[in-house]
C-alpha cells in the first residue's frame, strides 16, 4: 500500500494521534467523511445535468431542483 511498510503506517498514525488527539480524531473523521459526501452529491448533480444537456431535456434535473430546495441562495445568507 503506497510502499509504506505496515511500521511506518502506524508510526504515521501515532505522530497524528499525538498531534490531534483522540478526542479530536472522531470529529475530524466525520467532517472528512461530511466532506466526500457532499463531494460525491456535488459529482451526481453535474452528471445529470449534463445528461440532461446531451438528451436536450430542459428542465433541471431532481438533483439540482433538491439542492435548490435544501440551500438558501447566497444573496439570502
Known amino acids: 500500500m503506497?510502499?509504506?511498510s505496515p511500521?511506518?503506517?502506524?508510526l504515521i498514525f501515532l505522530a497524528i494521534l499525538l498531534l490531534f488527539g483522540a478526542k479530536r480524531l472522531?470529529?475530524?473523521g466525520s467532517?472528512?467523511?461530511r466532506g466526500i459526501r457532499e463531494f460525491k452529491g456535488s459529482i451526481k448533480e453535474?452528471?445529470?445535468d449534463v445528461r440532461a444537456e446531451i438528451t436536450g431535456d430542459?428542465?433541471?434535473?431532481s438533483a439540482t431542483q433538491e439542492t435548490a430546495q435544501r440551500?438558501?441562495?447566497k444573496t439570502e445568507a
Open 2 to 4: 503506497f510502499g509504506l
Open 7 to 10: 511500521w511506518e503506517l502506524l
Open 26 to 28: 472522531p470529529e475530524i
Open 31 to 33: 467532517s472528512l467523511g
Open 46 to 48: 453535474v452528471e445529470g
Open 58 to 61: 430542459t428542465t433541471a434535473s
Open 71 to 73: 440551500q438558501p441562495s
